[in-house]
């Protein structure tokens, strides 16, 4: 063979062939593999760019120096608790728990988390629980560490005892108006649980009460409000990322007892230990019941089922992205299909919200898209997710912890993307997931299902946060710093006149509509609305056959 | 070195092919990885089913930016070997590691989670394939017949008859 003349000499040509042909191969595969990177993520950058979606958390509460704020809790059951740790204050008996829990299983962070949290400097100084149980678990814990404090026998002491600065109301719901209303005309500033009023009476009252004293920083519980997926789904749709919302669903989906609030009776319930009579209130006057005691949340009396428990979290966090309101009508429909257990609250709960007024904004001719309906479908007896979905003309987004855009086949605004193949409608255009790098343990289905309605905690530069924290935090900062409460009075009326709408509508089975000029539900010549929706009667027949 | 067995030239180009097949698959993993800033193993191995302490161990703050950068190395390296024929065995015994690696992470085995995969499984996969291919393309060296050893072999012969 011949021999070649250049470099490789006493090669053949065959030889050098062989020795160097995996060179271009190397060249093209890698080729390959830089431009098809390259051109994925210009792709993302120009659609990110084109979308403009800023992902930023809301802007941090003020500083908690100063004197420590001192604080009084009425309500020390399962919510009061949990409160109190978001204070700063854990029982002897959970740090107990958590310690065991995290040895067991390293992923386990309650513990560690607790203890890294910041110290709001307060002082617990007033407990107000009716069952001696709980008041005296209370005071053996927070009694410690520089901390007294004392439990008085009544809420209207705790106010008045000139011993507390603000105050936390985690009872049930029945009590939540009364006690709010007692405080800030007292002066004394109110975190209270959602809902925020049991009737449609207290709702005004509460708020004519709040309007007169201004001094009072006065917060409700959605601490959802600091979930930052939900800020970057305001930013999202503040840029018409959507194009005209129509239809939103939000969804419960539980199938467990603690999920349908049959929680635990105390062995040591009597009428010994729990003051009976300061529980029921305005309630119907009945024997002492220790299932109603513990498992207030079943009946009208006390409690306002899924409308007034679960419906207004899914409400607000829609109101705190969209501010739109209450809405004009309200249907519903439900029973109790699974927990036929005594409860005449229904554990299944289907309801429309129309807004025939509202527009997100769109993308089309002005004035053909207008009007939205906002459903709330509940069920305790099944805990298949189905999220929450804001459906727009233009894009599609899943609210969680985490948020999702996907852009509509049929979209006008981005028609020509989708048709050169820029935007596959099946692929987001757009994804957010602040805890991309840390994986969380989460203990059950219910613990699941209230993460990702960003309940139980949200993210700050990646890091987890529980939301109740950074809402007590608010409220706080508030009262030391001024600003307003993120859900405040007027969040607060939105969300209670929300709830018994719904409420309403399912016990009437009629469409309730809102009168917005002149702030009424409008009822039917005669008919008392809140004697209807405290009924407890209603659902009482099923317990009877 | 074990001597290159004399194989048909049709036994030869079915290795070959095979080394190069293997080769490309690498470095494309590789490349793709290298070139996608926001990519990390960190997922693979938190959700891994076997050996969970020691993977979660690599997907730790500490550790996982080393491990994807050895990860995305090694992919590249291997498949660079193995297209161009130079220290195929070399990056074979590296490729068999980064596979069953990958392999014990997610294992087919029965009664483990499967997750999502292309096709079904029963104890072997196509990692623990791919695997096993580069312990042949270990055995039986082709790169003397067709890469760069090619040229240093032939200037051995060379300067040891001169």
Redesign the interface.
Known sequence: MATDKNL?K??SRR??L??????P??GA??A???N???K??LEREYLLEKLNIKATPPPASGPMSGEPLRIGLIGFGIRGEQLMRSLGFATNEWLEEMAKSSAENPNDNRLADFKAQENLNVKLTAICDIFDVRAEKALRSFNAAGNTCKRYGSYLELINSGEVDAIIIATPDHWHAPMAKAAVEAGVHVYVEKPMTHTIQETYELRDSVRKNPGVVFAVGHQHRQTQSFLTAMDAIGKNTLGHVSLIMTTTNRNDDNGAWQYEIHPEASTSTIDWNAFLGTAPQIPFNAEHFFRWRKWWAYGSGLSGDLLTHDYDRINCILKMGIPKYITASGGIYTHRDGRNVPDVMHINMDFPEYSTGGSQAEGKEKGMTLVYSATLGNQFDRGTVLMGHDGTMELGNTLKIYADPRSTKYKDLIQEGRIDPKVPIYQYDPSA?G?DAVTSATAKYFADKGLLWTYRDGKRVDSTFLHIREWLSCIRNGGDPSCGINEGFDEAITAHMGGLAYKIGRRIEWDAANEKIIALPGEDLDAILLDNSVGMAIVNA | MIQPTRFSTWQTFGLVLMRLLIGWHFLYEGVTKLYSPSWTAKGYLMSATYMQSFFQWMAGDSMISIIDTLNIGALMVVGVCLIIGFKTRFASVIGIGLLLFYFLAHPPFPGFPQGVTEGSYWMINKNLIEAAALLVVFLFPTSTSFGLERLFAKKEIQSSTT
Do not use: E, P, Q, R
């Open positions: 490789f006493g090669f030889d050098i062989k020795g160097l042909a995996g060179i191969v190397v595969v890698w390959a593999g830089y098809s990177t390259k994925n993520k790098n994986v």
